[in-house]
Structures are given as C-alpha cells and as structure tokens.
DNA sequence: AGAACCGCCTGCTTGC
DNA sequence: TGCAAGCAGGCGGTTC
C-alpha cells in the first residue's frame, strides 16, 4: 500500500519525468473515475506531495490530484498500450503514464485552484506544537491516532507499527496517556524511518512498484510489521498480531510499552 | 463532537 | 484439483 515514502518516491520520479512536458492526451477506462471526466489537457508545472496524495500542478493552476489508495500504482510506458488493470491514462510526448489498480479504490480529480496546506506532513512543515495541541489529549488508541490523516499525513499501517516499535510504546495506549518526551521519540522515529523508506524507494510488501516498475527496497528493515510469530530484534521477544479498528497491528508485547 | 464501524473492490490464500 | 469463503486495508460516509 502507497504510504508517505512510496508516494514521495513516485512524486520525484514524476518531477523528472514530466515538469515542463505537456499532457498530449488523455483516457479514462473506468467509469467510477468520475473526478477526471471531459478533462482538456495542459503542461506540467510540477508535482508535489501532500500526505499520500499527488498533485500534479498545470501551468493554467489547475491541478490533477492523484490518491492511490491501496493498490493504485502509476507506471511509466512509452508504449500506450494499456497494462492490465489500468484506469486512466495520460499521454506526453514520449511515453505515458497509466493509473494501474486492481482493486479500483484509486481517485483522481481536478482542483481548479491550489488548496491552503495543512501543516500535518511530518516530512514537510510539519508543526509539532499545532499537533501536540491538537492531538495530545485525544482518548484513541495511539495506532490509530498515527495514521489519522488530518492528524499526520502519509502514515499507513506498515510505517505506524514500524515507528511505534522504534519509539518503544504500544500501541494500545492512548494517546492522552503520552509524555512530552514519549511525543518527541515518536516524532523522531517517524522522522528516521519515513527518511529511510524513502531512500529505499518504499517497501514492497505486495503490489508496491515505482514508476518504472521496479521494487523498492524497505521490506528488508521491517521489524515488526508481517513478522508475527518471530522474535524481535531489539529484545528477543516475540512479535505479536492484534487487531485495531479492523485493522492489523504488529508489535512486540515485551519491549513496546 | 468525537470515536467506532461499514462499504467499497478484487487478487491472493486458506480450507474442505 | 476446484471452488467458496476469508482476508488485505485507506478513507469517506454513516452510526453510535
């Protein structure tokens, strides 16, 4: 699943690949893409990244917002032949770049005009104090405080149950039951591993691929996340499975607390 | 108001 | 081997 490094590794290849090129061309394949019909196309100002999403500014200030859910993935192609599974495609001089997803979860819309940021983009402007603020006093389980988007933006349930490793906390304890400093060691965490998801091109669990295809690398630093039943590097115990909000969580019941 | 739950989707895994 | 049920989960909408 796209989480905050994988989406920043596609936003920089797509910065490369398209700043400055004009959209020659697109296709819609699936009709439930209903943000993106009767679009005419334009040229690439940039890309940029907010949270999970793409943003790809056109030089008349619209913008294609771009949301791959959890198994939305974009691929380049110079061939305009559609990859199995594709939703949309838009055509550039020399190549294309296909919205490709099985599960059809994937929006893309138009903004005409730039949205304010948020400043909740722990990789960005990231404000702690307007966090801690905000946050700190909620009575929800911290997990699934991390990977409330208006709360932090780019966090899904692999990099949450990684970072709370790293921090040392469980994630069953509720977020109003956190120390200034537990707060600090969770924002530093976050920070370091986000970082190194991202130089390891995103972690590719399942469907995660670039925008050329390739596989990134982070799977290999997961500590806990899939490896249930096995013991846990920083201390030996064993890593658990829990279930939260309908979702799975990993983490080591002995060092986590 | 804030937290919990549901439904959207389809490919893959599991169990009989 | 084959088929059906179960599972994966981000997020908007609904319910509690």
Known sequence: ?????????????LQKKISGRAISATEVYDDKLTG??????GKVAGVERQGKTICIRLEDGRSIVIHLRMTGRLLWQESAERPRHSRWRAGFDKGNIFLVDP????TIRIERTKTEKIKNDLMADFDEKLFLAKQANRKINLKTLLMDQKALAGIGNIYACEILHRSGISPLRQAASLSIREWKMIFDSAKRILKKGIENRGTSISDW????GLQGENQKELKVYGQQGKYCSTCGGTINRIKQ?????????????
């Open 1 to 13: 699943m796209p989480e905050l490094p994988e989406v920043e590794t596609l936003n920089r290849q």
């Open 36 to 41: 993106i019909k009767n679009f005419q196309a």
């Open 103 to 106: 599960r059809r979860f994937a």
């Open 209 to 212: 691929r670039d925008l050329y």
């Open 245 to 257: 909000g309908g979702r799975s969580t990993f983490y080591c019941h002995t060092c986590q607390k």
